[in-house]
């Protein structure tokens, strides 16, 4: 009887596997190996897509005369960074006393790639292959990964998705750079104070860029309104009702008002203050006493993109590293696989759940929440709630703890604990009831015209008292203007203490932070702030879990984008700007949100056999060559260029004025150290 090989993604997994393969043999070179088994592992990616000059030598040259460039086959190589361990593994693949090879690379399409790529390239025939499919590192969750291992080939759709994202950005990027960068590189270089300039164009990457340097040019073109509310307080009671405009009104439909609650001209404001307050006698007519509760339910889980985006707010840190902290928890099987977009979980998970809660007591800061939880039974009824849902589930649940691997959390950073710690808090959550809060709202009428206001306080904590406690100082002022206006009664007449006005203005869209970034990729370029409506959104988004963070380091690196790591805040460089500009005069299908985020879908529909590769490929080669074909005949440089000039223009003007901020916080400084001496 012949040898099973195992074949992870990562030295560190291959350990895993071993331990409960139980292969204590030495470690070979490359490779773990018993009597029954042998363990072996990638480095990430082994194999590569090969340069087009591997299809010949008039592709090493960038030229007009050799776009689009669409290969009927592709060419791989093996990376030669790991060529060594890429002989291991293929030497192991084909090794004649090998019978059964189980697949253990990530549980994704990225993991099923490197598999693929590697025994493509090892010409593997005749072995039963087998794929290992988990939801974490734990012993328990690896034994019935390889129990109910399935044979390889019912993931080759999933393979084939993974295949032609790989191909899809190779000749987008191939392709669009080379013809963007002939065409139009040297016109841009002069600007850019540049012998020549590469522009980078990728499927997702160009995307994102065009919707930074949108929402900077919509803040850029904001032109700020101001308008004036007026307000009416009453007497003794911390009740300040707005003013809404209603038909009984003397304002009703009159010209320069502001959304119906002001006016645009301070005069106007102030004249009607003046005419209100002349009411006899000038009392307040209560018109409208509403009382009810409003309930607030814990949040859904936490998938990458909702992870990236909490500890971009909290502890501004970048996607990029939320993600290498969330996989090193995870290798440390302290919680389930991190590259997901799922927010609830499936129902075999929810049935097993009082394992992961068990494990959780050895946590000290679960224990008071774990005692509560197992004191209202909820852990029980769990698959009846929002939560568990299989249909919201592709590959891989929410990022929840696993109970386990707790001895190795004090030997990892601040950093590392603290986003743990947000974790488990998020999952306990979800076992406590709704925050219940007793909203008052109040309308009067002074004369003709309406006002109204609301206080809303606390009743029943809920989940908030799961690490997320509303601060007190703010509950206890509600609760005394709740107390002081729940005596009210409609009919009352109150005497008005007084009339005026309140400055507001109007605000410029606000700039992404690194973390809304990722949320706004994943729902295809809307940034949807609330909670429930993102849940409801349903598709693909911009990229994938595994990849967002990656596209937006690559952008930092290649300075399109600007991260500020103190606040977290993206922004675009000059040379974005001018990319960006570049791309929406000649292939602004590139920088559409609905567009990329159908490509996805796309694959997505492959993965599932809902579309065939064959025809996947033909369109994207078709719009490739369309693109291509069309730039070819544009001849807008000059256009072009008068853009560029705006946008340099722009920044040479920031700088100027950053320039002045700097000289005058510098001689502010000064002048602050010469006081200081002079008073010593």
Known sequence: MGKALYIAEKPSVAQEFAKVLHIKARKQDGYLESEEAIVTWCVGHLVTMSYPEAYGEQ???????????????????????????????????????????????????????IYRLVEQQADVRGKTRKRVWIDSQTEEEIRRGIREAKDLSEYDNLSASAYLRAKEDYLMGIN??????????????????????????????????????????????????????????????????????????????????????????????????????????????????????????????????????????????????????AQELYEKKLITYPRTDARVLSAAVAKEIHKNLNGLM????????????????????????RYVNDKQITDHYAIIPTGQGLSALGRTSGITRDIYRLIVFRFLSIFYPAAVYNKLSVAFAVGKEQFSASVKVLEKEGYLKVGSKETEDAQQEQAGR?????????????????????EGKTSPPKRYSSGSLILAMENAGQLIEDEELRAQIKGSGIGTSATRGEILKKLFHIKYLALNKKTQIVTPTMMGEMIHDVVRMSIPPMLNPDLTASWEKGLNYVANGEISAEEYDRKLKEFISRRTNVVKQLHNGAQLQRQYAQVQKIYQENGASHKRSARKRASGKEAEEKQAAADA
């Open 59 to 113: 592709y090493k040259k960038w030229s007009m005369e050799t776009l689009p460039f669409l290969p009927d086959t592709f060419l791989y190589e093996v990376i030669p960074a790991v060529s060594k361990q890429f002989r291991v593994v293929s030497g192991l693949l084909n090794r004649a006393d090998v019978d059964c090879i189980y697949v253990c690379t990530d549980s994704g399409r990225e993991g099923e790639y």
């Open 176 to 325: 669009f750079s080379r013809l963007l960068t002939l065409e139009y590189g040297r016109g841009i270089s002069g600007y850019l104070n540049r012998k020549y300039t590469v522009i980078s164009v990728g499927r997702v990457m160009t995307c994102v860029l065009g919707m930074v340097v949108r929402r900077e040019r919509e803040i850029r073109e904001f032109q700020e309104t101001i308008f004036y509310k007026p307000l009416a307080k009453l007497q003794d009671l911390d009740l300040e009702g707005e003013w809404k405009v209603s038909e009984g009104s003397d304002w009703y439909e009159a010209p320069g008002l502001y959304k119906e609650i002001g006016f645009l001209k301070e005069e106007d404001g102030l004249e009607f203050c003046r005419i209100l307050k002349k009411t006899e006698p000038l009392e307040a007519a209560i018109t409208r006493i509403e009382k009810k509760k409003e309930k607030k339910n814990p949040p859904l889980l936490y998938n990458l993109a909702e992870l990236q985006n909490e500890c971009s707010k909290r502890f501004k840190i970048s996607p990029d590293e939320t993600l290498k902290v």
């Open 362 to 385: 050895g946590y000290e800061e679960a224990v008071p929440f774990l005692q509560e939880i197992v004191a209202m039974n909820s852990h029980k009824n769990l698959a009846k709630t």
């Open 482 to 502: 709740f107390a002081k206006w729940n005596s009210l009664k409609k009919g009352s007449r109150l005497p008005v203490e007084d009339i005026y006005l309140k």
